[in-house]
């Protein structure tokens, strides 16, 4: 592993455990979790922090995700783990006291299906914790391109030349601004954003939101 990469896990480690201390100064004890786009990787030691680190009793956690999630059964069987083709979530109105979903809104496609799953998150959930990177900051996480993702078209034609499972549809990054703008489109009756800083700069940004309960 390079220098570089040491250094990019050093950071999403740190910004990762920020943000679970941000959601649990939230979170009372008796909450029900929803936790949207688990991966289903047990390989990669940086996913599912949520799912590791869960700090409730595990009857409390639900995981969501598009892919089969049999691994993870089997090493979490004291969790729940539902799957589903995307689009609309399989629970029923306010099933859960929290929705909590990190770094998933930017791979769930357009800026459409992207205020869906917003919404289906408030829909199911009595509150909403969710966190995506920044598009404004110099570092595109996900490529490790500088400055090019400001521009989506010189971005994406980047991809198609170097990285090509990353498209408009797979990969549709936030500035503060396009956040703002879909939240107010949004079913969400009251929300707050918050910019996570590395070297001063918002590197990702959280958002905490919730819907009208009637």
């Known amino acids: 592993m390079s220098i570089f990469q040491q250094f990019k896990q050093l950071v999403m480690q740190q910004s990762r455990a920020s943000k679970l201390t941000h959601f649990y100064s939230l979170c009372k004890t008796d909450s029900s979790v929803l936790d949207v786009g688990v991966s289903c990787?047990?390989?990669d030691e940086t996913e599912n922090l949520f799912l590791k680190e869960f700090r409730l009793p595990?009857?409390?956690?639900?995981?969501?995700?598009?892919?089969?999630?049999?691994d993870l059964r089997s090493r979490y069987?004291?969790?729940?783990?539902?799957?589903?083709?995307?689009?609309?979530?399989?629970?029923?109105?306010?099933?859960?006291?929290?929705?909590?979903?990190?770094?998933?809104?930017?791979?769930?496609?357009?800026?459409?299906?992207?205020?869906?799953?917003i919404n289906e998150m408030l829909r199911v959930g009595k509150n909403v914790f969710f966190t995506t990177p920044n598009k404004g900051f110099p570092v595109e996480s996900h490529t490790n391109v500088l400055f090019k993702h400001w521009h989506d078209d010189d971005f994406y034609e980047w991809c198609r030349e170097n990285q090509p499972h990353w498209n408009r549809d797979t990969l549709l990054l936030f500035g503060m601004q396009d956040l703002k703008a879909i939240m107010k489109s949004s079913a969400a009756q009251q929300y707050s954003i918050r910019a996570n800083r590395l070297l001063g700069l918002p590197m990702t940004l959280t958002v905490v939101c919730t819907a009208n309960m009637q």
């Open 41 to 43: 990787s047990l390989e």
């Open 58 to 70: 595990s009857s409390q956690y639900t995981g969501l995700a598009v892919q089969p999630m049999d």
């Open 77 to 117: 069987p004291d969790k729940r783990f539902v799957e589903y083709p995307g689009g609309v979530f399989p629970f029923t109105d306010k099933s859960f006291d929290w929705v909590f979903s990190n770094a998933v809104i930017e791979h769930v496609g357009n800026r459409e299906a992207q205020l869906l799953f």
